[in-house]
T-cell receptor, first 113, second 109 residues
Framework: ETGVTQTPRHLVMGMTNKKSLKCEQHLGHNAMYWYKQSAKKPLELMFVYSLEERVENNSVPSRFSPECPNSSHLFLHLHTLQPEDSALYLC????????????FGQGTRLTVV | RKEVEQDPGPFNVPEGATVAFNCTYSNSASQSFFWYRQDCRKEPKLLMSVYSSGNEDGRFTAQLNRASQYISLLIRDSKLSDSATYLCVVRSNDYKLSFGAGTTVTVRA
């Protein structure tokens, strides 16, 4: 059971496809995040949104496009991905001043073929 | 040099044993520190924040050594349910959070 919900849980897409990942939180947090977790590698912070504004973009390729329409929802739009983008994509939320105390969604396991 | 380094393990221990492991960080200006646990094919979950004076939460004890730039986690009286990967997390500024690759602990009956 989690206060952060991600859909879909699994996604297989071709390199020419366009898809979106969705994240929703009902914890009253004011910040949301996208992370990437590849096998045997540390979590990588991709994007930080606070009060629906992007405050950090850790040099992520433009084929990943985030959208935060309100403080409870976060999307990650995907287009023309590469096989090396296959990974677990995790959404998280927190109070911005307590960024280290985050709640994670269950993740979307993405496979690019 | 990696920002956060952890011994990947695995640490294989019997039930009831004590297990301890460290995490080192490279940025001396780091502000706050955390331990998360991640079960296989699950999301990370916050285990505990690490305070300057050290802190305990039940069977778990976390310590911070700023001079040597490491944090530690000690688990007493290990349970089977403690089997997981433990992630060290360091916050170095307002929007920078760095994760270690994790230390795997396996508790056997």
């Amino acid at each position: 059971e989690t206060g952060v919900t991600q859909t879909p849980r699994h996604l297989v897409m071709g390199m020419t496809n366009k898809k979106s990942l969705k994240c929703e939180q009902h914890l009253g947090h004011n910040a949301m995040y996208w992370y990437k977790q590849s096998a045997k590698k540390p979590l990588e912070l991709m994007f930080v949104y606070s009060l629906e504004e992007r405050v950090e973009n850790n040099s992520v390729p433009s084929r990943f496009s985030p959208e935060c329409p309100n403080s409870s929802h976060l999307f990650l739009h995907l287009h023309t991905l590469q096989p090396e983008d296959s990974a677990l994509y995790l959404c998280a939320s927190s109070h911005l001043d307590r960024m280290g105390e985050a709640f994670f969604g269950q993740g979307t396991r993405l496979t690019v073929v | 040099r990696k920002e956060v380094e952890q011994d990947p393990g695995p640490f294989n221990v019997p039930e009831g044993a004590t297990v301890a492991f460290n995490c080192t960080y490279s940025n001396s200006a780091s502000q706050s520190f955390f331990w998360y646990r991640q079960d296989c094919r699950k999301e990370p979950k916050l285990l505990m924040s690490v305070y300057s004076s050290g802190n305990e939460d039940g069977r778990f004890t976390a310590q911070l050594n700023r001079a040597s730039q490491y944090i530690s986690l000690l688990i007493r009286d290990s349970k089977l349910s403690d089997s997981a990967t433990y992630l060290c997390v360091v916050r170095s500024n307002d929007y920078k959070l760095s994760f270690g690759a994790g230390t795997t602990v396996t508790v056997r009956a």
